[in-house]
């Protein structure tokens, strides 16, 4: 061991992590939509949807993405070679769970098509966090399952 690791001090202070989950929830307030925010404070929400808010359109019909699923004129930050022409279904679903959890709204737009949603909901919702999940569930009734 290095002379410099001994001075290390590992202790974890687990009621001021606590208390900084809570502080940035209460920034976030003021930041993101309020189901957003109501969504992030649930029990079982990971962190790292803290570092990195979700977002969501606010219509359905705002999601103008290729109605068939193929990669075409996908920003490099989502195209993926397995999402050409030739892609899987399972390729379209990752895609679109990746849109979801980590793309601004404008990416939603361009990504992802409403129709396409619908139809892969039940499994893109299989890969998505409950917090983001419930969101899209309570804006669009139409991907609730419980409501079709």
Same mark, same amino acid.
């Given at each position: 061991?290095?002379?410099?690791?001994?001075?290390?001090?590992?202790?974890?202070?687990?009621?001021?992590a606590a208390a900084t989950r809570g502080e940035i929830l209460q920034t976030l %307030?003021? +930041?993101?939509? &309020? #189901?957003?925010?109501q969504a992030l404070q649930q029990p079982g929400t990971p962190d790292w949807l @803290?570092?990195?808010?979700?977002?969501?359109?606010?219509?359905?019909? %705002?999601? +103008?993405?290729? &109605? #068939?699923?193929?990669?075409?004129?996908?920003?490099?930050?989502?195209?993926?070679?397995? @999402?050409?022409?030739?892609?899987?279904?399972?390729?379209?679903?990752?895609?679109?769970?990746?849109?979801?959890?980590?793309?601004?709204?404008?990416?939603?737009?361009?990504?992802?098509?409403?129709?396409?949603?619908?139809a892969l909901w039940g499994a893109v919702r299989a890969g998505v966090p409950t917090?983001?999940?419930?969101?899209?569930?309570?804006?669009?009734?139409?991907?609730?399952?419980?409501?079709?």
């Amino acid at each position: 061991m290095a002379e410099h690791d001994a001075d290390i001090d590992l202790a974890i202070d687990f009621d001021g992590a606590a208390a900084t989950r809570g502080e940035i929830l209460q920034t976030l %307030e003021g +930041q993101l939509d &309020a #189901d957003v925010v109501q969504a992030l404070q649930q029990p079982g929400t990971p962190d790292w949807l @803290l570092a990195q808010p979700f977002q969501v359109v606010e219509r359905l019909g %705002e999601l +103008q993405g290729p &109605a #068939d699923g193929a990669g075409r004129n996908l920003s490099p930050r989502w195209s993926t070679p397995a @999402l050409g022409h030739d892609g899987t279904q399972e390729d379209l679903v990752d895609l679109y769970r990746q849109v979801l959890m980590h793309g601004s709204t404008d990416d939603q737009r361009s990504v992802l098509a409403a129709g396409q949603l619908v139809a892969l909901w039940g499994a893109v919702r299989a890969g998505v966090p409950t917090a983001i999940a419930h969101v899209w569930e309570q804006r669009f009734p139409e991907l609730d399952p419980r409501g079709r």
